[in-house]
């Protein structure tokens, strides 16, 4: 029998190198209770932030590592005003976020000693984002050293990659000796608004192909057959693919060996091709979409040229997932851009009616940043707007993880829970 419990608490940890963000949800109600940020973790003025439904709570003080990021995590979950709980032992689990799961996760785990030597060793194929990983979850255990922690890996979801799709065409020593392949990102969020798209359309997964179209400051498209990605446009890193708010995405490699022998360093490159490239890099204007879309409805023409490039390597990824599918039922778009942004869901979906994408371009402009439907009903692949949550599908995963409840077989699973 499944062991459902009513009215649980779980915290949602996301934490970077310098920044700590946190969500406490009560299950299986799916209610978030508030959610707070740490920011400036290892600095002399650190910042803590935190809302609930009655106000915020917010504090500048020093916090030079992710241990006392906790300990004024746990004073804050807790404040009399404004916390999110009355004491630390109602939270009855920990869901972290974990960058990399690399060949060993195809879904999530309660972290025990083995697991976290995985992350660890993981942390060759993430440095930037493993090590900070751990270092939440190893304070969360000094606080809540009872507690089960749960970790959600945003590779996980793309373990179902067939060789095909996930292997270069580089020598395969490479694979063999470093593990060089694709892994793809955003898989949290990728299977979240998979799932809310089946409840959209009242279709079951095990029949549903999906490309699913995460545009943010980051970005990816993953193609989903039958519930199981089969393509992501992210690789090895979360550099390749789309163009980004920042990022390069897909270049020719030998524009970095042009480079360097150019004299430029490989932390120059680096630098450039993930900080300094993309929307930001090509518009010559800003990162943010928003700024671009403005300065091309001024006649900026490099921005003009920004959104086209933006929308162009988005519709080629579609277009090689659709190839690789047998049919297209529902395609999603989510992510700040995703969501919020109809005239570049109305820009990428012009030129795909051929492969029976057909938009309504009066529903996307009257659904503006609200989920819904936006194709035509003719449309053989609907098309979603769906806002993405990575904190509840890891309070998802959480509940079901410490108490049993398989949400994830059963037909009517993404109604109950999603
Ligand atoms: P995310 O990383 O998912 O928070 O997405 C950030 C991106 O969403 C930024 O590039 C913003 O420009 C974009 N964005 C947010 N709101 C809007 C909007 N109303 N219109 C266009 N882009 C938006």
Redesign the pocket.
């Known amino acids: 029998m499944q062991n459902t419990r009513k009215n649980e608490k779980i915290l949602v940890i996301n934490c970077g190198s310098s920044s700590l963000k946190y969500e406490v949800y009560a299950m299986p109600q799916r209610k978030s209770l508030g959610k707070g940020l740490v920011e400036r973790i290892g600095s002399e003025n650190g910042h803590i932030i935190q809302k609930n439904s009655v106000g915020k709570l917010e504090k500048t003080a020093s916090i030079p590592d992710h241990s006392t990021a906790m300990r004024f995590v746990t004073e804050a979950l807790t404040d009399d005003t404004y916390g999110l709980i009355h004491n630390m032992n109602e939270i009855s689990g920990v869901g972290h976020r974990v960058v990399h799961g690399g060949e060993e996760y195809s879904s999530s785990v309660i972290i025990d000693n083995a697991v976290i030597k995985a992350i660890k060793n993981n942390s060759e194929l993430a440095p930037l984002h493993n090590p900070p990983n751990l270092d939440g979850i190893r304070a969360t255990m000094e606080f809540l050293p009872e507690v089960k922690q749960i970790a959600v890996f945003d590779t996980a979801f793309h373990q179902t990659l067939q060789p095909a799709a996930y292997l270069y065409g580089i020598p395969r020593e490479l694979y063999r000796k470093y593990k060089i392949r694709r892994y793809g990102f955003h898989g949290t969020s990728h299977r979240y608004v998979a799932a809310k798209a089946m409840t959209m359309l009242k279709r079951s997964p095990e029949n549903t192909n999906v490309i699913s179209c995460h545009l943010?400051?980051?970005a990816s498209v993953t193609a989903i057959e039958n519930g199981k990605s089969i393509d992501t446009s992210m690789g090895f890193t979360p550099l390749e693919g789309l163009m980004m708010?920042t990022r390069s995405g897909d270049i020719d490699p030998s524009i970095i060996f042009y480079l360097l022998d150019r004299g430029y360093s490989t932390a120059e490159l680096n630098t450039m091709l993930n900080k300094k490239s993309g929307l930001l890099g090509l518009s010559e204007i800003s990162?943010?979409?928003?700024d671009v879309?403005k300065a091309a409805l001024n006649g900026n023409i490099n921005a003009k040229e920004t959104l086209d490039v933006y929308a162009y390597k988005i519709r080629k990824y579609i277009g090689a997932y659709a190839a690789n599918l047998v049919k297209v039922d529902a395609l999603i778009f989510t992510?700040?851009?995703g969501e919020?942004?109809v005239t570049?869901r109305h820009k990428i979906c012009e030129y795909l009616e051929n492969i029976g994408i057909v938009m309504d371009y009066d529903k996307n402009r009257e659904i503006g940043?609200n989920p819904g439907i936006v194709s035509k009903n003719y449309s053989r692949t609907a098309i979603c707007v769906i806002p993405t949550n990575e904190e509840l599908q890891i309070a998802v995963d959480t509940y079901q993880l410490i108490y049993g409840v398989n949400f994830v077989d059963r037909r009517k699973t993404v109604e109950v829970i999603l």
Request: glycine content about 32%; cysteine-free.
């Open positions: 943010g400051n980051g708010g990162n943010d979409l928003r879309e992510g700040g851009i919020n942004s570049m940043s």
